[in-house]
Nanobody, 124 residues
Framework: QVQLVESGGGLVQAGGSLRLSCAASGRTFSSDVMAWFRQAPGKEREFVSAISGSGGNTYYADSVKARFTISRDNAENMVFLQMNSLKPEDTAVYYC?????????????????WGQGTQVTVSS
């Protein structure tokens, strides 16, 4: 059974940092594109960042570029999202997603596997 389990969310003040983790199990994800999405109340789920299977290619939404860093540890089947300089508008449920492909794409429908999400709340 394929599972993606996010952790690391919480409440932080504006300007603070959080590190999200996504633990993958049930299959080998080392060749998969892994991504982070987020969904704020009343808004559509939006792309945040993605990383290729090797970790050599990364892509970020403009809204988080230079503040967030995606990384992965294929030996541990883990993906991470380091979030710095957090803003209140970063408040959302953050989801980990995976797709068996070498290509990074931003639409949520591209991804086959999803976690249950972890809440990130940034206070002003």
């Amino acid at each position: 059974q394929v599972q993606l389990v996010e952790s690391g969310g919480g409440l932080v003040q504006a300007g603070g940092s959080l590190r999200l983790s996504c633990a993958a199990s049930g299959r080998t994800f080392s060749s998969d594109v892994m991504a982070w999405f987020r969904q704020a109340p009343g808004k559509e789920r939006e792309f945040v960042s993605a990383i290729s299977g090797s970790g050599g290619n990364t892509y970020y939404a403009d809204s988080v570029k230079a503040r967030f860093t995606i990384s992965r540890d294929n030996a541990e089947n883990m993906v991470f999202l380091q979030m710095n300089s957090l803003k209140p508008e970063d408040t959302a449920v953050y989801y980990c997603a995976a797709r068996s492909s070498v290509l990074i794409r931003t639409p949520s429908g591209y991804y086959d596997y999803w976690g249950q999400g972890t809440q990130v709340t940034v206070s002003s």
